[in-house]
């Protein structure tokens, strides 16, 4: 497939959503940014798009638990545009809020019918905090969005970040990406684990490993001078959060 | 506004929220911030929100509950309250909090200050305001009219008291970040479809103070009824004085309104025709077709009788203490690291998002652990060009115990030479002013405001950068059984500074051991208003006095120093000076150093290790140089004062040599951080 494209989903309240089209953009894809309600009116279809991002923020307000509201809309306005997207093979994208969405929708881990198994709760630090992580990869996952990767260094911003699950269903995961220290160490505690997720779990991925969602921010680290300490000459390409988009771009192109 | 790279411009405005914050901290300091947001969104045609700064000054948080004035909520209590208000509002709008401050002072206990600042792009072919036609449509878009916030600028300027929260508690607006969010959305979409003709916001008066200004030159005619509502039953003065938030006025010409209202409605957005502009020149208020106003245009503007004021001034006595010299000034320095003014901010700092929209270069939190104090923020707001935008601030009140004066003109010089220290420079940088004041009808405190006025004025000359905007909050007084408390004189100078290749930007960490210390700039006996002084118990008699000739002289040799790359670190010095300089580069590089204060450039004769270590004096900075690059760094400076007095070592521990040779600073470099953060790690 020659151009991809991307079609990112607005509400009330999101942000990060420019810079997502700005990292999209950077990986190669073409990007079209549109709210739900153009959605829910069939203004932009879901089909015409290969990658749907769910950008992070806070959907209208996060008044009732972060993604909540949005999570229903999904499932209540937006299921005749998702259920046949995602069968149909199509990437789906969801940063912080976003992955917050998804995950309360019930469509990450999925199936879908099978409602919310997992939720992301409030920091183990009580607040809401901006800091930067090492990521490192399951290099054993099925997550198209993290193939490669090895680790990156990403910040996280949110104040609901903790990934909870009965331990049966965080067993049966596909963890796409962990919180580590910058040697890729697990169980490296706070502030490595910025919220305290089980298992140090960052990003999960459906069984098809096209459906991926993420608490920290790979969009913004896209350029050297993203990175805290570019002035110490310590930025790397190979810790840009760039990857995740070039990951997704190139795997619709393969197909 | 100024320019930024010739295709965008960018705007600065900084508003004070005090008495709102004093009463309901979460409130008053969340609708300050939505307030300064929609102050940008009304510039030009428009501009979008890429940065806000926050300011706050309040009472010290150990501060006696048993000395608390009744009907005053505890310093800790306001900070906290203040604190999730400004990042609640900020980080839900989708803006990055990049710069700030914290002070603290027992006279602000029962009138703490807020201050909210926001920077603004805007393409800048829409940067000048518009002006619209007789018959354009008076369109109010965002959040609904309610009984909040009625007489909320009338609050503002008064004097508190004990009963102020019970009587004054309906003046404090209700915000709602994800409605000005909304609107903030349409807004912009709005503006890029050209569908409006001019924009105000709904701030301090509400709908009578931005109708009343927008129709100046027209006139207007205004259906009050069909203002959308909270809830029934405001009267139709409620409704036009109303400070409900997140409400903005556009003329619209009639042949847009319905592609507005389409534009406004697919963000979720209320937007809603209330009435017309006219060429009567008049202001014309309907309320369910009974006329209840009809003022002419030229008296509403210019029917109000000037006030007059009288102003003196006299250098209050504080005399300049006699302090015997110490052996070592180990525990001085971990005292004022330790103190609440300089300490680290980081628990307030890493709530705040400071990443939202991608554009951060230098942080406010630097260094190899990523904690270390930023001189400015510097963000690249436009991905498609090199410039970048520095973003910082400067306030001492200390200072002006002792003279406004030299209050003044060391905050405008503390908020450049940041700029400076970050890798930006004189050439394309703005200040902002924002007095906060006691009463004015006090005429020594009046005295004190033409004073600061007066060096604002001087400084913005010298230095060549122009003041863009500004504001001022008075009456900051508490009254209490008889006795008026006044806040300090405050003043506080934003700067923003537009450098051509943000690529260039200067952190103030320590990088590499072996690299050498410069001292940049010359050292005075100016230690009156001082962390020193003050931790002794002393102010003093001889505040740092700016000497811009030189000051600006040494910026400009320094800006071009850091644009041919030959500055590794640089950290302006301020409170605490040299001493805390050194040690706040040394833990966040997390290197150790060895100077000697007998090489330090001044400018009179100083034999006192104390008055090197501590003087605050103005226009000086410490660089960090490569020994490669010594001589093209010398000759770039050549004909300032400055020297090198020392090195970085990969030891862990900093060690300053006194006049004498003798070792007055010997501490791990470990200890200093620990006693810098632990204060306020909350």
């Known amino acids: 497939m020659s151009t991809v494209k991307t079609l990112i989903l607005r509400a009330p309240g999101i942000n990060r959503d420019e810079e997502t089209a700005l990292a999209f953009q950077q990986a190669g894809a073409e990007t079209q940014l549109a709210t739900i309600n153009q959605v829910a009116r069939a203004a932009f279809r879901f089909a015409d798009y290969q990658v749907i991002v769910f950008p992070g923020g806070f959907a209208y307000g996060d008044d009732l638990g972060a993604g909540r509201v949005l999570a229903s809309e999904l499932n209540l306005k937006l299921r005749a545009e998702i259920e046949p997207f995602i069968a149909g093979g199509g990437l789906v994208l969801g940063v912080c809020n976003g992955f917050q969405t998804l995950v309360k929708a019930g469509t990450l881990p999925g199936p879908v019918s099978r409602g919310q198994t997992v939720t992301l709760t409030n920091n183990d630090s009580g607040r809401f905090e901006c800091r930067w992580v090492y990521l490192t990869a399951n290099p054993n996952s099925r997550c198209v969005f993290t193939r490669g990767i090895e680790r990156i260094y990403v910040p996280v911003a949110h104040g609901e970040g903790k990934l909870v699950a009965p331990p049966e269903v965080i067993e049966s995961l596909d963890v796409a990406l962990y919180y580590t220290n910058a040697k890729g160490r697990k169980h ?5 684990n910025p919220n305290g997720s089980l298992k140090d779990i960052a990003g999960i991925t459906d069984s098809t490993g096209r459906i991926f969602g993420m608490m920290p921010h790979p969009e913004d680290h896209i350029r050297a001078t993203h990175h805290p300490r570019w002035t110490r000459g310590e930025a790397t390409a190979a810790s840009l959060g760039l990857a995740i988009y070039k990951n997704a771009v190139e795997w619709v192109k393969s197909l | 506004m100024i320019d930024f790279d010739g295709d965008w411009a960018v705007c600065f405005k900084v508003e004070t929220h005090n008495h709102p914050s004093a009463i309901e901290p979460y409130g008053g300091a969340a609708t300050g911030v939505g307030g300064v947001v929609r102050d940008v969104m009304g510039t030009g045609l428009g501009a979008k929100p890429i940065a806000n700064t926050d300011v706050f000054c309040f009472g010290p948080p150990d501060f006696d509950f048993n000395r608390l004035p009744p009907g005053v909520l505890h310093p800790r209590r306001v900070f906290k309250g203040v604190r999730a208000g400004v990042a609640d509002y900020g980080n839900r709008l989708g803006i990055p909090t990049l710069n700030g401050a914290v002070c603290f002072d027992e006279r ?7 201050f909210c600042g926001t920077v603004g792009l805007m393409p800048r072919d829409m940067s000048q305001q518009g002006r619209q036609k007789p018959g354009d449509r008076v ?10 916030g009625i007489h909320g600028v009338t609050f503002a300027s008064e004097q508190l008291t004990r009963d102020s929260t019970e009587l004054s508690f309906t003046s404090v607006q209700i915000g709602n970040a994800i409605v000005e969010k909304k609107v903030l959305d349409g807004l912009l979409k709005a503006r890029d479809k050209k569908l409006f003709s001019r924009i105000t916001d709904c701030g301090g008066g509400g709908l009578s103070s931005a109708v009343g200004e927008m129709a100046e030159e027209t006139g207007v005619k205004v259906y009050l009824d069909k203002v959308p509502l909270k809830y ?10 109303s400070e409900s938030q997140e409400r903005m006025l556009l003329a619209v010409p009639q042949v847009n309104v319905e592609e507005l209202l389409q534009t406004f409605a697919e963000e979720g957005a209320e937007a809603t025709v209330i009435g017309e502009f006219t060429d009567d020149k008049k202001l014309t208020l309907y309320y369910k077709d009974h006329s209840v106003c009809d003022l002419e245009m030229g008296f509403l503007h210019g029917g109000r009788p000037q006030m007059s004021l009288t102003a003196s001034w006299q250098k209050p006595l504080h005399p300049e203490p006699q302090i015997a010299p110490a052996g070592d000034y180990n525990d001085t320095l971990l005292k004022i690291l330790g103190s609440w003014n300089v300490c680290s901010k980081e628990w307030v700092i890493r709530q705040y998002d400071h990443e939202v929209q991608g554009a951060s270069v230098l942080k406010p939190l630097v260094g190899q652990a990523e904690d270390g104090p930023g001189d400015a923020a510097i963000i690249k707001p436009v991905p498609t060009s090199r410039c970048g935008l520095v973003i910082s601030n400067g306030i001492n009140t200390r200072y002006g115990d002792i003279d406004p004066y030299w209050m003044a003109a060391s905050a405008i010089d503390e908020a450049l030479r940041q700029v400076i220290a970050a890798g930006g420079s004189l050439d394309k940088a703005a200040l902002l002013d924002n007095f906060c004041w006691g009463s004015v009808k006090n005429e020594q405190s009046l005295g004190a405001l033409v004073r600061a006025s007066q060096a604002c004025h001087d400084m913005s000359l010298a230095y060549g950068a122009p003041f863009i905007s500004g504001k001022d909050s008075l009456n900051n007084e508490f009254e209490h059984e008889g006795q008026r408390i006044s806040i300090p004189h405050t003043l ?6 537009v450098m051509p290749d943000a690529a260039k930007a ?16 010359a050292t005075f006996d100016e230690l009156g208003g001082s962390e020193y002084y003050s931790h002794l118990g002393y102010i003093g008699s001889n505040p740092p006095q700016v000497r811009p000739e030189a000051a600006r002289k040494l910026m400009n040799s320094i ?7 030959l500055v590794r670190a640089c950290h302006d010095l301020s409170e605490g000076g040299l001493g805390v300089a050194l040690a706040e580069m040394a833990f966040a590089g997390g290197l150790g150093a060895e100077v000697s204060l007998d090489r330090m450039p001044t400018g009179e004769d100083i034999n006192r290790d104390d008055v090197l270590l501590f003087s605050e004096s103005n226009s000086r900075f410490l660089a960090e140089v490569e020994p490669g690059n010594q001589e093209e760094f010398e000759n770039t400076l050549r004909g300032n004062a400055f020297a090198v007095i020392g090195k970085v070592t990969g030891s862990d521990t900093l060690k300053i040599k006194g006049l004498k040779g003798k070792l007055v600073i010997s501490l791990p470099v470990k200890t200093l951080k620990e006693a810098w953060q632990k204060p306020l790690r909350w």
């Open chain 1, 188 to 192: 490296a505690g706070y502030p490595h």
């Open chain 2, 108 to 114: 602000y206990t029962a009138n703490p200050l807020v």
């Open chain 2, 139 to 148: 369109v109010l878009v965002g959040g609904r009219t309610g009984r909040d």
């Open chain 2, 232 to 241: 029934a039953g405001l009267s139709y003065s409620e409704i036009w004085i």
């Open chain 2, 492 to 497: 506080l100078i934003s700067a923003m500074a």
């Open chain 2, 506 to 521: 200067v952190s103030m960490d320590f990088k590499q051991a072996g690299n050498l210390i410069y001292v940049l700039g």
């Open chain 2, 559 to 565: 800006s071009l120093a850091t644009s041919h790359g």
